[in-house]
């Protein structure tokens, strides 16, 4: 049976790595950055902040094991052109800063670095806004760079006209462009035409951080050479959030206009190609790295509960057969966290409320884990990982793909109420009030991607009502003082852990304290 032609997995890139080489070190540049608007982005801790918009152009060898990247036009100097727009939020002066680049790979044109590191607990960032929020990253000094490299959503990505006449996007080259403008801010001091890099001296170490379909975006540049650019690595760290055992099929060329990284598995559609192949677990992948000579980078994974149900996420843990889990390398801690949404929504069409678990916290003690163990060597807390069970026909758990017919998919085992056991524990998990990251009907992609979140009956008159037989709150907190204590005591073992800041803990047991369920019913 044949394959369909639109799948790119580890098979085909193998076969193109077979006739056109590895990724050459030297196989491109970024030769010009533009910047067309500058504008006050707010002061911090270490001084003044900027927001600039612009441009990056750059060039690539028409050799690079890009596929496809041949049979596009050439410029005068013989090689294949690009270009992509770029934000930076950095300091006014960027010497005042951490001296670290943070680099946010975009999710389908979107910003992610402010939902995921400052996004306040009540109203949570979604994608795509720079708001600053809590003002976590600039606080703590990163520089932050959002580089395009999606068809259709900001890159200018190299093009060709097949036999057919049919207009092509080489869609591969979006890892160049990242690969290329990572580099360039960390080690130029100025473009081709003299226009200074606005971080000149003043990055000293680099990392990436990708969600979702960026975070796959970030396993599949590693896994395809990209995270080297004349000889230097590129990132020392990578912070990948909910990529469950995804990878990302753009090293091919599609017609547009969409990408060819829009698409995804889900319940309406599992056999969707080309995410889950036949590289699936990151040890496959640090291996691969390893076997070209790379020194990896620091690796720090999040799993969310909705993972496992909605993404497959258990075969990121033992691959494409079995049950057995696969080791974690040396480089790479996986964090599961325990009753989190793939997604935090404030609405969704979905038949029940949305999950709400703030989970932004464990993003930001992971990403200064993380800093510290790229700069001093200093190792993060182990993983973490939830029990698994296997799901066994469970008809609210994406099952595994046909051309995975020995894949086995698991999902946490789960207490009376249904919520996850073991994992990293948020306050919210340990004093639980109501049951996170429940699979949320119609199982749309979005609804099962966001979850949902059931409450506990107040009282056993309410429970009584809604025939509910979970127990009530005020039977297992009677009063607020048992309920807070229970909070305080989670968070600060969860900091002493490492997994919670000083100021994220005194949030959340300050929003804890202000819980009405504690208040006497109005009376009617």
């Given at each position: 049976?044949?394959?369909?032609?639109?799948?790119?997995?580890?098979?085909?890139?193998?076969?193109?790595?077979?006739?056109?080489?590895?990724?050459?070190?030297?196989?491109?540049?970024?030769?010009?950055?533009?910047?067309?608007?500058?504008?006050?982005?707010?002061?911090?801790?270490?001084?003044?902040?900027?927001?600039?918009?612009?441009?990056?152009?750059?060039?690539?060898?028409?050799?690079?094991?890009?596929?496809?990247?041949?049979?596009?036009?050439?410029?005068?100097?013989?090689?294949?052109?690009?270009?992509?727009?770029?934000?930076?939020?950095?300091?006014?002066?960027?010497?005042?800063?951490?001296?670290?680049?943070?680099?946010?790979?975009?999710?389908?044109?979107?910003?992610?670095?402010?939902?995921?590191?400052?996004?306040?607990?009540?109203?949570?960032?979604?994608?795509?806004?720079?708001?600053?929020?809590?003002?976590?990253?600039?606080?703590?000094?990163?520089?932050?760079?959002?580089?395009?490299?999606?068809?259709?959503?900001?890159?200018?990505?190299?093009?060709?006209?097949?036999?057919?006449?049919?207009?092509?996007?080489?869609?591969?080259?979006?890892?160049?462009?990242?690969?290329?403008?990572?580099?360039?801010?960390?080690?130029?001091?100025?473009?081709?035409?003299?226009?200074?890099?606005?971080?000149?001296?003043?990055?000293?170490?680099?990392?990436?951080?990708?969600?979702?379909?960026?975070?796959?975006?970030?396993?599949?540049?590693?896994?395809?050479?990209?995270?080297?650019?004349?000889?230097?690595?590129?990132?020392?760290?990578?912070?990948?959030?909910?990529?469950?055992?995804?990878?990302?099929?753009?090293?091919?060329?599609?017609?547009?206009?969409?990408s060819s990284a829009t698409g995804a598995p889900s319940f309406t559609d599992p056999e969707f190609r080309g995410v889950h192949e036949d590289?699936?677990?990151?040890?496959?992948?640090?291996?691969?790295?390893?076997?070209?000579?790379?020194?990896?980078?620091?690796?720090?994974?999040?799993?969310?509960?909705?993972?496992?149900?909605?993404?497959?996420?258990?075969?990121?843990?033992?691959?494409?057969?079995?049950?057995?889990?696969?080791?974690?390398?040396?480089?790479?801690?996986?964090?599961?966290?325990?009753?989190?949404?793939?997604?935090?929504?404030?609405?969704?069409?979905?038949?029940?409320?949305?999950?709400?678990?703030?989970?932004?916290?464990?993003?930001?003690?992971?990403?200064?884990?993380?800093?510290?163990?790229?700069?001093?060597?200093?190792?993060?807390?182990?993983?973490?990982?939830?029990?698994?069970?296997?799901?066994?026909?469970?008809?609210?758990?994406?099952?595994?793909?046909?051309?995975?017919?020995?894949?086995?998919?698991?999902?946490?085992?789960?207490?009376?109420?249904?919520?996850?056991?073991?994992?990293?524990?948020?306050?919210?998990?340990?004093?639980?009030?109501?049951?996170?990251?429940?699979?949320?009907?119609?199982?749309?992609?979005?609804?099962?991607?966001?979850?949902?979140?059931?409450?506990?009956?107040?009282?056993?008159?309410?429970?009584?009502?809604?025939?509910?037989?979970?127990?009530?709150?005020?039977?297992?907190?009677?009063?607020?003082?048992?309920?807070?204590?229970?909070?305080?005591?989670?968070?600060?073992?969860?900091?002493?852990?490492?997994?919670?800041?000083?100021?994220?803990?005194?949030?959340?047991?300050?929003?804890?304290?202000?819980?009405?369920?504690?208040?006497?019913?109005?009376?009617?």
């Amino acid at each position: 049976m044949s394959r369909p032609s639109h799948i790119t997995s580890g098979l085909a890139i193998a076969l193109l790595a077979c006739t056109i080489g590895l990724p050459s070190p030297a196989a491109a540049k970024l030769t010009r950055l533009e910047i067309a608007t500058k504008q006050s982005y707010g002061t911090f801790r270490p001084g003044k902040f900027m927001l600039l918009e612009g441009r990056v152009t750059g060039e690539l060898k028409p050799t690079e094991a890009i596929p496809d990247l041949d049979k596009a036009p050439r410029n005068a100097n013989g090689m294949v052109e690009y270009a992509a727009k770029i934000s930076l939020i950095v300091p006014a002066d960027p010497r005042s800063g951490n001296g670290v680049l943070l680099v946010d790979i975009p999710n389908r044109g979107r910003p992610y670095a402010q939902a995921l590191y400052n996004s306040p607990r009540d109203e949570p960032f979604e994608a795509g806004t720079f708001e600053a929020g809590t003002g976590f990253l600039q606080d703590h000094g990163f520089s932050v760079a959002e580089v395009r490299w999606e068809l259709g959503q900001g890159a200018d990505l190299p093009t060709f006209t097949d036999e057919g006449g049919q207009k092509r996007f080489i869609e591969g080259a979006g890892f160049a462009i990242v690969r290329d403008t990572a580099d360039f801010l960390r080690s130029a001091d100025a473009d081709t035409a003299g226009t200074p890099n606005p971080l000149q001296g003043a990055i000293k170490r680099t990392l990436a951080a990708g969600k979702s379909q960026s975070g796959r975006y970030l396993k599949t540049f590693l896994l395809d050479g990209f995270n080297m650019a004349d000889g230097r690595r590129v990132f020392d760290g990578m912070h990948v959030f909910v990529s469950g055992a995804g990878m990302l099929p753009i090293m091919r060329s599609g017609t547009g206009p969409q990408s060819s990284a829009t698409g995804a598995p889900s319940f309406t559609d599992p056999e969707f190609r080309g995410v889950h192949e036949d590289v699936l677990t990151i040890g496959q992948i640090i291996a691969r790295v390893k076997a070209r000579g790379e020194s990896p980078p620091k690796m720090i994974m999040i799993n969310s509960t909705t993972d496992y149900f909605s993404l497959r996420a258990s075969l990121s843990r033992t691959g494409a057969e079995g049950t057995t889990e696969q080791p974690i390398p040396d480089n790479v801690r996986v964090y599961d966290i325990a009753g989190a949404s793939h997604v935090v929504l404030q609405k969704a069409d979905c038949e029940l409320p949305p999950a709400r678990l703030d989970w932004s916290p464990i993003a930001r003690a992971t990403l200064l884990h993380l800093d510290d163990w790229v700069a001093n060597d200093t190792e993060p807390p182990a993983s973490r990982l939830m029990p698994l069970e296997p799901a066994q026909g469970d008809p609210r758990v994406l099952r595994a793909p046909a051309h995975l017919p020995k894949a086995v998919i698991q999902i946490p085992k789960r207490d009376a109420d249904g919520n996850a056991l073991g994992g990293v524990r948020l306050p919210d998990m340990q004093a639980p009030l109501g049951a996170n990251a429940q699979q949320n009907p119609p199982l749309s992609f979005l609804c099962s991607l966001a979850a949902a979140y059931v409450a506990f009956p107040r009282a056993q008159a309410d429970a009584d009502k809604a025939h509910d037989p979970r127990r009530p709150v005020l039977e297992r907190y009677p009063t607020r003082n048992d309920y807070l204590n229970r909070i305080r005591v989670a968070a600060r073992e969860l900091g002493r852990d490492g997994f919670l800041l000083p100021e994220d803990q005194a949030t959340i047991i300050q929003s804890a304290a202000e819980s009405p369920l504690w208040r006497a019913p109005a009376t009617p």
